[in-house]
């Protein structure tokens, strides 16, 4: 498929898990990937795993959390593939404290401030920085991981983690409204419980309640959380904005 053919897309947390999937699948739709992720290591395995297979690829170490890292990031990743004009905030973080997700009266500030950081800060920081050349061309496309978590009580996170998740709807929806005039999509994503090594972080008895719980019986998979986002940045979609798909089983429908 080259439903992307041409596109430069920079999916940030995309050293592992589901943004490694969301990698992998826009480079065999034919875009060069900006492999970002505040794990060097993992960026560069990522990035080196993309063009051993013959895609175009760079990636950059950044806590997106970190305007100025952020800003470093996306021009040396311009410079490398040309202008950005995809953008998917997929970086997040859920903390467990000994495989349970910390009540309020228990949290510290700091931690309350690393996951807003994280997952809040950072889609603002990427989405910022990118959004004026995206303006310029009169084209982009903007998808940030929301969650099911955002919409519904979940014990199985914090609630640091429910209130980011939450924001980026309300962050897709104003952004839709304002760059929509410019020719640019905003939408989001809000995965279920996905098979990833975040999974392995609480009890396995929790995560089998879920897939009772879920109408299609099962965890879902990175790749199709991926496939999601590439048709929100595809052609097909090209009048579809402001929107927030549940990538989920059926699970907590709404």
């Known amino acids: 498929m080259s439903r992307h053919q041409g596109r430069v897309v920079l999916v940030s947390g995309a050293g592992s898990g589901i943004g490694a999937a969301i990698a992998q699948r826009y480079a065999e739709e ?10 060097p ?3 560069e395995q990522q990035a080196l795993h993309l063009q051993q297979q013959g895609h175009r690829a760079a990636w950059w170490q950044a806590d997106v959390a970190d305007y100025g890292q952020c800003e470093r990031a996306c021009a040396r990743l311009a410079e490398a593939l040309g202008p950005i004009d995809t953008l998917i905030n997929n970086a997040g973080v859920s903390p467990k404290h000994q495989g349970r997700a910390a009540p309020i009266w228990e949290m510290s500030a700091e931690e309350w401030n690393r996951v807003v950081g ?10 910022r920085l990118l959004s004026p050349g995206m303006v310029e061309r009169r084209f982009g496309r903007i998808v ?8 519904a009580y979940l014990p199985l996170v914090a609630v640091h983690y429910s209130a980011t998740k939450a924001a980026l709807i309300g962050f897709t929806r104003h952004l839709a409204g304002e760059l929509g005039p410019y020719g640019i999509t905003v939408n989001a994503l809000a995965p279920g419980r996905i098979e990833t090594p975040l999974l392995q972080s609480v009890a396995a008895e929790l995560n089998q309640a879920i897939v009772e ?3 299609l019986r099962r965890l879902g998979q990175p790749r199709e959380v991926a496939d999601a986002a590439c048709f929100l940045t ?11 798909i549940d990538v989920a089983g059926g699970w907590l429908m709404r």
Request: glycine content about 8%; proline content about 2%.
């Open 234 to 244: 595809s052609a097909e979609s090209d009048f579809v904005t402001g929107q927030v």
């Open 118 to 127: 994280i997952n809040l800060t950072g889609a603002f920081n990427l989405a």
């Open 41 to 43: 290591a993992r960026a």
């Open 30 to 39: 034919g875009a060069a990937v900006a492999v970002l992720d505040a794990d």
């Open 213 to 215: 719980q879920t109408p």
């Open 144 to 151: 940030s991981m929301s969650s099911v978590a955002g919409s």
